[in-house]
């Protein structure tokens, strides 16, 4: 029979009941109350530094009765649900919220989607990697030749799910536009208005004139469009 190891080492006022340490290990989580079968659960997973409070009216005191069985989390809401059979084998389920406060990359501002991951555009700070699924960025991890795999709200945790590899161009990029008829070639700076890899078709804005064109990506730093 395993035992908690860990020891609760602070507590918040709004309904937040422990705070668990990374060398937590599990009990006999079958018969546990359902706070410690969320907590065993979410150790073993690799998370540390746990903040769990129970939501909604149905609160899970220590049901000797109860078996649980399961847990089912939404990271990107901070919400856990534990799922116990009572002995006349009906479901039920408690709802927790949860937290993990860890170091990470905190968004200053919001980033679009495909618009390119500027470090200078993050802070390194206490952040909450529960949301990340406990898969933040780490310290050397923010690059800037990847872009935003989907939108970065502000004051938010960067996660490896927020990056996607770009060997093109990213929406919000300064760059060449050459554009080719038969008389001439010209060569203009223009500013990205959608993210595109060597190949890709894209928009562009010609800042002067707020003329919108479209051209292909040559390049990380080139655009090509041909003017009949």
Sequence with gaps: MLSIKGTATGAWCLGFIFLLTANSALADIENSDAT??????????????????EVGSKKADNHQ??????????????????IGEDPKGKR?????????????????KSIRKHERILPSDFEWVMTDSFVCANQRVGKE??????????????GSTLCDSHLQ????????????LTSTTEMLQLMIEVKALDSGNVGDTIRV???????????KVVSSELVE???E
Excluded: M
Aim: glycine share 8%; with cysteine; aromatic share 10%.
């Design 165 to 176: 590899q770009s060997d093109g161009i990213a929406a919000g990029d300064i760059v060449s």
């Design 92 to 108: 039920v389920s408690y709802w927790f919220r949860v937290y993990s406060q860890q170091l990470g990359w905190q968004a200053k």
């Design 65 to 82: 009765d109860v078996r649980y069985i399961a847990v089912d989390c939404t990271y990107k809401i901070n919400r856990c649900r534990v």
């Design 141 to 154: 991890g923010l690059k800037s030749e990847v872009i935003a795999a989907e939108r970065v709200k502000k």
């Design 36 to 53: 410690q079968f969320l907590s065993s659960h979410l150790v073993s997973k690799g998370f540390n530094d746990l903040v769990i409070g």
């Design 225 to 227: 469009s041909e003017i």
């Design 205 to 215: 804005r010609i800042p002067s004139s707020g003329n919108i064109l479209e051209g």
